[in-house]
């Protein structure tokens, strides 16, 4: 079954850390550049950061910039995104995706992170 499963998201006082995980399965992982996106109550999605399919490149939303680290292990067919230094602005629901070509093409249900004391 060709899914994305989020895990980690919670509740954390400001200025905390979490981080989030993101099981895939059922395609050639190694094979896709994969994102987190966020979403907030209201809001559009954003795009917070990308990885390429080998984990040397990322790129990120300048909202997250010196905060949040994407990473990815291919063997375990899992991405990561370590959050610090968390703000309320980081509330959202955090989902993983897929990337093909320049669309994403298949996402995960999300996890939610909340930030407040």
């Known amino acids: 079954q060709v899914q994305l499963v989020e895990s980690g998201g919670g509740l954390v006082q400001p200025g905390g850390s979490l981080r989030l995980s993101c099981a895939a399965s059922g395609f050639p992982f190694s094979d896709y550049y994969m994102c987190w996106v966020r979403q907030a109550p209201g809001k559009g999605p954003e795009v917070v950061s990308v990885v390429n399919t080998g984990g040397g490149s990322t790129r990120y939303a300048d909202s997250v910039k010196g905060r949040f680290t994407i990473s990815r292990d291919n063997a375990k067919n899992t991405i990561y995104l370590q959050m610090n230094s968390l703000k309320p602005e980081d509330t959202a629901l955090y989902y993983c995706?897929?990337?093909?070509?320049?669309?994403?093409?298949?996402r995960g249900q999300g996890t939610q992170v909340t930030v407040s004391s």
């Open positions: 995706a897929r990337i093909s070509g320049s669309d994403i093409d298949l």
